[in-house]
C-alpha cells in the first residue's frame, strides 16, 4: 500500500517544488544584487586621484589599489589631499628642533592597499632601504612635504622626507632607525 501525502513536493505544496521556487526567487534576486554590489564597493574603495602634476612618488608591490597600470603614482597634489599632521622633533642631519608638516606613512599605505611586510624605499640618490611596514602604524611615521613651514625641495632633503618622531619615542634614538630616514624619497616597493 502505498503511502499518501508522504512527499510534499509530489503533491506541490508546503515546501516542495513549488514552495522551492518561492524561497529561491528571493534568494536569486539577493545574490544578484550582492553580486553587482560587490565591484562598486572595491572601486570606491581604490579611488585614487589621477595625477595631473609631476609625480613625486610611485608605489608598487603588494598594493590593492594602482591608477598608473600595476603603480600608484602620486603628484603633491594627491599627496596633499591625504590627512596632513605635524611632528615636532631633532633630527641628526639638522640643528635644534624642526617643525615637519606632510601625511603619516600608514595613512598612504592604507590608500593603496598595501600588504606585505617590507617597504623597499628608494630616493632620487639611489640610497635604498628595506623598512619593516610594522614602524609606520606603530610610531605614525610622517612624510614630510615641509620643513619650518617651507616647502621641501631636493635641495634639502625633499620633496619627500621620511621623518620619525624620535624625540617621542627613546628605541628611535638609534642608528638603525636613522638609516630609515630617506631624504628624496621617490619609490616604495611593498612587498
Request: glycine share 12%; charged share 25%.
Given at each position: 500500500m502505498q503511502?499518501?501525502?508522504?512527499?510534499p513536493a509530489a503533491r506541490g505544496s508546503g515546501p516542495?517544488?513549488?514552495?522551492?521556487?518561492?524561497?529561491?526567487?528571493?534568494?536569486v534576486v539577493a545574490l544578484s544584487v550582492l553580486s553587482v554590489s560587490t565591484p562598486r564597493s572595491a572601486e570606491a574603495a581604490c579611488d585614487?586621484?589621477?595625477?595631473?602634476?609631476k609625480v613625486l612618488l610611485e608605489i608598487s608591490g603588494s598594493i590593492d589599489c594602482t591608477n598608473d597600470g600595476d603603480t600608484a603614482v602620486f603628484d603633491?597634489?594627491?599627496l596633499t589631499a591625504l590627512p596632513q599632521?605635524?611632528?615636532?622633533?631633532?633630527?641628526?642631519?639638522?640643528d635644534g628642533v624642526k617643525t615637519f608638516r606632510g601625511f603619516r606613512m600608514q595613512d598612504l599605505l592604507d590608500?593603496?592597499?598595501?600588504?606585505?611586510?617590507?617597504?623597499?624605499?628608494?630616493?632620487?640618490?639611489?640610497?635604498v632601504v628595506d623598512i619593516p611596514l610594522d614602524d609606520f602604524s606603530r610610531f605614525e611615521v610622517l612624510v614630510a612635504l615641509r620643513m619650518d613651514g617651507k616647502r621641501?625641495?631636493?635641495?634639502?632633503?625633499?620633496?619627500?622626507?621620511?621623518?620619525?618622531?624620535?624625540d617621542q619615542y627613546a628605541e628611535l634614538q638609534d642608528?638603525?632607525?636613522d638609516y630609515r630616514w630617506v631624504w628624496q624619497l621617490d619609490r616604495l616597493k611593498i612587498r
Open positions: 503511502a499518501r501525502g508522504k512527499d516542495g517544488a513549488a514552495g522551492l521556487r518561492r524561497l529561491m526567487v528571493p534568494l585614487l586621484p589621477e595625477p595631473t602634476g603633491r597634489d594627491g599632521h605635524t611632528l615636532k622633533t631633532t633630527t641628526v642631519v639638522t590608500a593603496v592597499g598595501a600588504h606585505g611586510e617590507t617597504a623597499v624605499a628608494h630616493a632620487l640618490n639611489d640610497y621641501l625641495t631636493a635641495r634639502d632633503k625633499g620633496p619627500l622626507w621620511i621623518v620619525y618622531p624620535r642608528i638603525r632607525y
